[in-house]
């Protein structure tokens, strides 16, 4: 069964399914647009150098959002805040019923042109339980990997380092997401707690943010 | 001196330019195009039959965001919130250094395609503050108007009736916000304190649309 990346053309989703790939995963690549889909995916095949008899890495295609969601029992949602509900609401009725869905949204104030280290807050208290409470209520929601840039996700010649934090109401839920997590080299997954806690999770992305402008880095 | 409407072309904007021009100010509509902002200006004159000879009325004139904002002391900014810094970084530099601007923007959670009768925390905590953390230090900043809707100002066969709510620092600018407000028939305005009580006023916008809802009117 495939992993699928919801905005997978972005920064995150694409970094995330690039690592997904070499781990060995079957990733679909969702956007908006198919073509725009197909198209990263060729890219992350290229850049992965799939087809080239490697043989050790998984397979990477790319399609519409709905029809990626449509197809796997795990699917990340990598959008921009500001175009996330829009998101959610055109893929909830193509989710299986028994999907587990993990969010990666943070509230930045980019969405309404204010600064990266600086957030908003969603009416639900954070951008997981905005989406959760767009979503069927069988969904599996699961909210992670705030604290792994794109950027780094991207840098392939660099391995990764750190824990990533998953909230959600269902343990199950978690180990699978958690489980891939272990799949990509030195990455390790941790409980966070309940959905409420991306109140708290999802805002270490503008801390980080805020740490490498002081700094003048990008590896906070 | 005419009144400026920063975002004139929309519903809280142009209804308040009805009211303000048929009050007998000179109004100014300012638009993103110039054009659009002119367009507003003919239809408002044409709504108030200006140019018939009532003679009571004021003056009304189109043109872009800028150039309103260069030509008045006192400017209103009727901007939806997912667009409201972008306006504010664009109007910053041709805005009069003693100018009282108002803003009128509450920060529905329609920025990021949420419901009307839910809002969003700014990081300074309301819109206004947001405002107020773009704008030069000197320009006197009042919030106000967010529980007039845009259909009623427009509604120009029924009278209007209320409390128009203001918050700002400088009790001036209060008191010439309040000026305009004293001319429109049946509005009255209240001190309701510093700019910070934006983050209780602005969110009464949400509050009246839930009114509505719960009761399918449109007239809370």
Redesign the interface.
């Known amino acids: 069964m495939s992993v699928a990346i919801i905005g997978g053309t972005g920064d995150e989703g694409f970094g995330l399914a690039l690592r997904l790939a070499r781990a060995g995963e079957d990733v679909v690549i969702g956007s908006r647009a198919e073509e725009r889909g197909q198209a990263a995916a060729e890219k992350a095949a290229d850049l992965l150098g799939l087809g080239s008899g490697a043989g050790t890495r998984g397979g990477i295609e790319g399609t519409s959002n709905e029809k990626a969601a449509a197809g796997s029992e795990l699917v990340f949602v990598t959008v921009p ?6 998101i959610y ?1 055109s893929i909830k009725d193509a989710l299986r019923p028994d999907a587990v869905v993990c969010d990666t949204t943070t ?1 930045l ?1 980019t ?4 600064p990266a280290w ?6 639900e208290g954070s951008a997981a339980e ?1 989406a959760k409470a767009i979503l069927s209520k069988n969904v599996r929601l699961v909210s992670g990997f705030h604290t792994i840039s794109g950027h780094a996700l991207q840098s392939l010649d660099r391995d990764l380092e750190g824990d990533v934090l998953l909230c959600g109401a269902e343990p199950e839920a978690k180990a699978a997401v958690g489980a891939l997590v272990g799949r990509i080299p030195n990455l390790r997954w941790v409980d966070a707690g309940p959905l409420s806690m991306a109140r708290v999770i999802e805002r270490l992305t503008a801390g980080l943010v805020s740490v490498n402008r002081a700094y003048g880095i990008t590896t906070a």
């Open positions: 805040f500001a175009g996330q509900a829009e609401r509230p104030a969405a309404v042109g204010r600086q957030v908003l807050t969603p009416w905005q």
